[in-house]
C-alpha cells in the first residue's frame, strides 16, 4: 500500500538558517507533488506545486526539488524566520482527484 | 473575498449518534473535498464533489456520506459515531479546470465523540 514520510523528528533551527524537509514515498507513482504549510487549529495552506517532470521549482524563500527516481521530495526555506513557524506537510496526487497526505514535520525557528 | 467557510467550529456528540457538518466553498469554485485530520496525522481523503457528482471517495466506510447543493456547498454526514472519528473535519474547495488540485482548505470542524 501507499505510503508517504516526512521527517520523523521535528526541526529546530536557528533565525537566519535554512530549514530541509524530506517527503519520501513508496508504491506511488504520483502526477504531481503539494507543500502545504498547517498553524495550529487551522486548515493547511498552499505553497508551492511540482509536477512529475520538474526537477525544482521556488517561490520567494521557498524551493522544492522532486526526484521521481529516488521517490522523494525536499522542501527547503531558505533564511528563515520565527514566523516560518509551523507545520509542513507534503501531498501527492495523480489523475483520480485524491491527494494523499504525509503526516507532516513542524518546524520551529528560534530568534 | 471570503474564504472557504464551515459551521459548526466544534461538536461533542455521543457513540451511536449522527452528525452533519457544513462547508461552503470559495465563491466560483465548483469542486468540494472532505479531509479528516486525526491528532498528529496529516489529512485523510474522504470526498470529492464537483458539480454535485461525487468524483472521488477514500478508504473510508459507508457511514460516511457527503453531497454537495445547486449553490456547490457542501455536507458530510457521518452514522453511528464511533470514539476514532474524533478528529478535526477539513473542507477544501478549489476551482474548475485545476489539473493538479490545489485545496483551499476551511478552518475545520473539531468533532469531539464520547
Known amino acids: 500500500s501507499q505510503k508517504i514520510e516526512q521527517n520523523s523528528e521535528a526541526l529546530n533551527i536557528q533565525e537566519g538558517k535554512t530549514a530541509t524537509l524530506t517527503c519520501n514515498y513508496t508504491?506511488?507513482?504520483?502526477?504531481?507533488l503539494q507543500w502545504y504549510r498547517q498553524d495550529p487549529g487551522r486548515g493547511p495552506v498552499f505553497l508551492l506545486l511540482?509536477?512529475?517532470?520538474?526537477k525544482e521549482k521556488r517561490k520567494e524563500r521557498l524551493k522544492v526539488t522532486f526526484d521521481t527516481t529516488l521517490k522523494q521530495s525536499l522542501f527547503h526555506i531558505t533564511a528563515s524566520q520565527p514566523a516560518d513557524s509551523a507545520t509542513y506537510l507534503c501531498?501527492?496526487?495523480?489523475?483520480?482527484?485524491?491527494?494523499?497526505f504525509g503526516a507532516g514535520t513542524t518546524v520551529t525557528v528560534r530568534a | 473575498d471570503a474564504g472557504v467557510t464551515q459551521s459548526p467550529t466544534h461538536l461533542i456528540k455521543t457513540r451511536g449518534q449522527h452528525v452533519t457538518l457544513r462547508c461552503s466553498p470559495i465563491?466560483?469554485?465548483?469542486?468540494v473535498s472532505w479531509y479528516q485530520q486525526v491528532l498528529g496525522q496529516g489529512p485523510q481523503f474522504i470526498f470529492q464533489?464537483?458539480?454535485?457528482?461525487?468524483?472521488g471517495r477514500g478508504n473510508f466506510p459507508d457511514r460516511f456520506s457527503a453531497r454537495q447543493f445547486p449553490n456547490y456547498s457542501s455536507e458530510l454526514n457521518v452514522n453511528a459515531l464511533l470514539l476514532g472519528d474524533s478528529a478535526l473535519y477539513l473542507c477544501?474547495?478549489?476551482?474548475?479546470?485545476?489539473?493538479?488540485?490545489?485545496?483551499?482548505f476551511g478552518p475545520g470542524t473539531r468533532l469531539t465523540v464520547l
Open positions: 477544501a474547495s478549489s476551482w474548475e479546470g485545476n489539473s493538479y488540485n490545489e485545496q483551499f
Open positions: 508504491n506511488y507513482s504520483p502526477a504531481y
Open positions: 511540482i509536477r512529475e517532470n520538474e
Open positions: 501531498a501527492l496526487g495523480s489523475n483520480d482527484y485524491k491527494l494523499s
Open positions: 465563491s466560483g469554485h465548483k469542486s
Open positions: 464533489y464537483y458539480e454535485k457528482e461525487e468524483r
